[in-house]
């Protein structure tokens, strides 16, 4: 179905509420749009499209213009918002769909440097069962291909900083008992999604 606003023509994709609703945002049906969650949204003025006005798009099924946006990848999943919501409509997990379906559906995200970031930190939890930011920051380093000079002091400079104060450790991190929990969530939630389970 198509539509014609102000910003032009618009496609209405009538699935896509269901699609979100199922991949475990059924709340978005709670949202009343009082705009409590964009007037406390502390990222809200960098977002194109503030956390109320994302819902509303995903009810309408405009998913072009949801999983095309910046707003998704801006919002820093700071929870202000599910926090002050009468209806408590977990907007943060909403996000975090959104980033997956975006993935999924070989769409570019409107925001590479931070999608860059979300893989980079997943692939070494589900590596190592807990972070490793040596191996984070080098595979964000190279994901987000910027092998400007500017960059590379700015990194080398900070990653200094941090291995001299002891926050940043050179060695991988020792697999504990947690490793086999952590690989058990990620496998539950890629069969959940109906990807195949790691390692099958
Ligand atoms: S605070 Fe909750 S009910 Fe109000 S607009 Fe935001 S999500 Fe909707
Ligand atoms: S979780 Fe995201 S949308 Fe919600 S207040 Fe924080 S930055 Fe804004």
């Known amino acids: 179905m198509q539509y014609t606003d102000k910003s032009g023509t618009v496609t209405c994709d009538t699935k896509f509420a269901d699609q979100i609703r199922r991949a475990g ?3 978005i049906d709670r949202c009343y749009q009082c ?3 964009t007037l406390g949204c502390p990222m809200a003025k960098y977002m194109d499209y503030p956390p109320s006005e994302i819902i509303r798009l995903v009810q309408l099924g405009l998913k072009d213009r949801v999983l095309g946006c910046s707003t998704i990848w801006i919002c820093a999943s700071c929870e202000a918002c599910v926090t002050r919501c009468p209806n408590e409509v977990n907007i943060p997990h909403l996000m975090d769909i959104l980033h997956q379906t975006t993935l999924r559906e070989g769409i570019t995200p409107r925001e590479p440097n931070v999608a860059a970031f979300h893989n980079a930190f997943l692939g070494p939890v589900k590596r190592f069962g807990r972070q490793y930011e040596a191996l984070m920051s080098a595979e964000h380093f190279v994901r987000s291909r910027d092998f400007s000079m500017k960059t590379l002091k700015v990194a080398a400079a900070l990653g200094m900083g941090m291995i001299t104060r002891g926050k940043l450790k050179l060695m991988p991190p020792k697999s504990g008992k947690g490793k086999a929990e952590v690989q058990r ?3 539950a ?5 109906g990807d195949r389970p790691e390692g099958k």
């Open 25 to 27: 945002g059924e709340d």
């Open 35 to 37: 705009l409590t969650c």
């Open 185 to 187: 969530l990620f496998n």
């Open 189 to 193: 939630t890629l069969s959940r999604r």
